[in-house]
């Protein structure tokens, strides 16, 4: 509870992309040891809705969480006003650098069953009950995993944590939220 109380003091109650105070949670920035704060809307829009453009405004956060999670938000849209915030953002060349961290291998791309394209700290849902080697139970499908991470080199898997166990998922059995 501590976290979310130091998120909720951080951000001042509210979303840290959009600013509204809705539906709040903690969101996981893949990669990365930080979380930062989300509104629903936030955490459910496509890549093509307009809500995304408040992204504008979040490129000017001095949180490196905040930073990290927008940066990769920004290229996981095809827009072009999304690729010149992304360019215009100043980084602190470390902070670039885990942004960049667990990002794909140049030609990459991993696709949910629908075939939309997964970024690193997305939410997927799983789409079917999937045993768990090694871990001793299944994960059922319904499950949101928050916070994914892509496996660099095999577009086939990503990485989550189900049940407290940080697992490789096929992609064939996700859809992104």
Known sequence: ??????????????????????????????????AILICATCR????????????????????????????????????????EAREGMMLEPEVLARAQAGLPVEGVIHRDSNGTVLAAGDTVTLIKDLPVKGAGFTAKRGTAVRGISLVAENAGHIEGRVEGQRIVILTEFVKKR
């Open 1 to 34: 509870m501590a976290v979310l109380d130091d998120l909720l003091a951080r951000s001042g109650g509210v979303c840290e992309f959009c600013g509204s105070d809705e539906g709040l949670e903690l969101s996981d920035v893949g990669g990365t040891e930080e």
């Open 44 to 83: 459910t829009a496509e890549a093509g809705d307009p809500h995304w453009r408040c992204l504008e405004g979040a490129v000017w956060s001095g949180v490196e969480a905040v930073q990290i999670a927008v940066w990769r938000k920004l290229g996981g849209l095809d827009a072009a006003w999304a690729v």
